[in-house]
T-cell receptor, first 110, second 113 residues
Framework: AAGVIQSPRHLIKEKRETATLKCYPIPRHDTVYWYQQGPGQDPQFLISFYEKMQSDKGSIPDRFSAQQFSDYHSELNMSSLELGDSALYFC?????????FGQGTRLTVV | AQSVAQPEDQVNVAEGNPLTVKCTYSVSGNPYLFWYVQYPNRGLQFLLKYITGDNLVKGSYGFEAEFNKSQTSFHLKKPSALVSDSALYFCAVRAYNTDKLIFGTGTRLQVFP
């Protein structure tokens, strides 16, 4: 069965650069969530979308933005990258009652 | 490969009754195990984790979980359910030598008045 696809799997960027992470939800899933998991930390909720509209917002920095497109894929855009942005970024898609997580994108800022 | 299984899509329980949400895992070496809760249209919230030590772990909101190595299980429990406990619950595991979490598909807990 198709799962949540995240790309790229690994990304290395320099400080102050911009990064774009992509998430392709499972077909017919109407909700997408983004999470950030720093080294040794629990996943922190960033933002979610329901039917292409932002449905909830967590601890997402102002340097980050996200959107969900007409085909339901979502992109997380991160600008002015900082060393502290190095983390695993998970995307999850949901069609109640379950949610499915992608494998994550590992972002390393150097 | 690491994996987590939550065998029940939904668990229904009456308010005041004990609840159990099941989780089994597969991982090489000693596991780190976690439970998270997700309320409608919200992100994950951490409930509890097992790293080492006592097999019975107590967490937020009166929840607890029991690590059973022989059964590779980490079931979530609460002695007396509340209607406000109704939410989606995720079990997650990571191996000792990685920081990457593997999540289960979630179990919907419905507590009826």
């Amino acid at each position: 069965a198709a799962g949540v696809i995240q790309s790229p799997r690994h990304l290395i960027k320099e400080k102050r650069e911009t990064a774009t992470l992509k998430c392709y939800p499972i077909p017919r899933h109407d909700t997408v969530y983004w999470y950030q998991q720093g080294p040794g930390q629990d996943p922190q909720f960033l933002i979610s979308f329901y039917e292409k509209m932002q449905s909830d917002k967590g601890s997402i920095p102002d340097r980050f933005s996200a959107q969900q497109f007409s085909d339901y894929h979502s992109e997380l855009n991160m600008s002015s990258l900082e060393l502290g942005d190095s983390a695993l970024y998970f995307c999850a898609s949901s069609y109640p009652p379950q949610a499915f997580f992608g494998q994550g994108t590992r972002l390393t800022v150097v | 490969a690491q994996s987590v299984a939550q065998p029940e899509d939904q668990v229904n329980v009456a308010e005041g009754n004990p609840l159990t949400v099941k989780c089994t895992y597969s991982v090489s070496g000693n596991p780190y195990l976690f439970w998270y809760v997700q309320y409608p249209n919200r992100g994950l919230q951490f409930l509890l984790k097992y790293i080492t030590g006592d097999n019975l772990v107590k967490g937020s909101y009166g929840f607890e979980a029991e690590f059973n190595k022989s059964q590779t299980s980490f079931h979530l429990k609460k002695p007396s359910a509340l209607v406000s406990d109704s939410a989606l619950y995720f079990c997650a595991v990571r191996a000792y030598n990685t920081d990457k979490l593997i999540f289960g598909t979630g179990t919907r807990l419905q507590v009826f008045p």
